[in-house]
Nanobody, 124 residues
Framework: QVQLVESGGGLVQAGGSLRLSCAASGRTFSTGAMGWFRQAPGKEREFVAA????????YYADSVKGRFTISRDNAKNTVYLQMNSLKPEDTAVYYC?????????????????WGQGTQVTVSS
């Protein structure tokens, strides 16, 4: 099993920045591509960003492209989400996810492991 623990969420004003981290533990050798998803109150979970195992391929939702950056440090078994120019509509619980395949995808169903989530609140 792989355990994922997110951190770095909080309250920030619009235009501000936050950096989310997701640390993997357990059977981390089976961790391949990783992604970030979010769910706002009353809405379905949506894709935010994904990164391949090597870090060479990344995908972003159109709504965050140019503002968010996903990266990873395999030596630390950690993936990051740098969020800049935050908007009130970015308010959500952010979830880290990992899959056994090294290929990044944008589909939540492709991911095998999920963290508990971290709350991000952007005030206007």
């Amino acid at each position: 099993q792989v355990q994922l623990v997110e951190s770095g969420g909080g309250l920030v004003q619009a235009g501000g920045s936050l950096r989310l981290s997701c640390a993997a533990s357990g059977r981390t050798f089976s961790t391949g591509a990783m992604g970030w998803f979010r769910q706002a109150p009353g809405k379905e979970r949506e894709f935010v960003a994904a990164i391949s195992w090597s870090g060479s391929i990344t995908y972003y939702a159109d709504s965050v492209k140019g503002r968010f950056t996903i990266s990873r440090d395999n030596a630390k078994n950690t993936v990051y989400l740098q969020m800049n120019s935050l908007k009130p509509e970015d308010t959500a619980v952010y979830y880290c996810a990992a899959r056994t395949s090294r290929v990044a995808t944008m589909r939540g169903l492709d991911y095998n492991y999920w963290g508990q989530g971290t709350q991000v609140t952007v005030s206007s």
